[in-house]
């Protein structure tokens, strides 16, 4: 794919949060605060609070990993604004960002929220996904 197609098309990206775990603002929820389109999957975890309480609460299933959808361009800002975001790009590509295609990033989106227990994604899959393959 060409520069000028990214520019011209709103798609999904996806976007690797540098953040630590235990962040309390990771990029995911700065995005949303900013009315961005944005999707993260997550899975429950449990925490125990200093008082001792238990704390059931919503944590990305992969760390680093959203998907935003936008123009390049709108992205190329969030990512220079915020610095601990930045682009995964494809292998054997030279800074090619890895995309989406929407249907199935909706496909996704349904697998994911269709579901109220933890989720397991096939390895295969996130090998892919990690090495920047087309998912």
Not at 47 to 54: A, C, E, L, V, W
Not at 98 to 121: C, L, R, W
Request: glycine residues 4%; proline residues 5%; positive net charge.
């Amino acid at each position: 794919m060409d520069k000028e197609r990214f520019d011209e098309s709103e798609q999904w990206f996806i976007l690797r949060d540098l953040k630590r775990p235990n962040s309390k603002s990771p990029a995911y929820k700065q995005l949303v605060d900013e009315q961005y389109k944005v999707f993260t999957p997550l899975k429950w975890r449990l925490r125990i609070s200093k008082d001792g309480k238990r704390i059931r609460e919503k944590v990305p299933f992969i760390q680093d990993l959203l998907f935003v959808y936008g123009k390049k361009s709108d992205i190329d800002q969030i990512v220079q604004r915020i610095p601990t975001l930045q682009f995964r790009f494809r292998k054997g590509g030279y800074c090619i960002p890895m995309v989406v295609s929407d249907a199935e990033m909706e496909e996704f989106m349904y697998a994911v929220k269709s579901s109220n227990q933890e989720h397991s994604f096939p390895e295969k899959l996130l090998r892919k996904l990690l090495n920047g393959q087309y998912v």
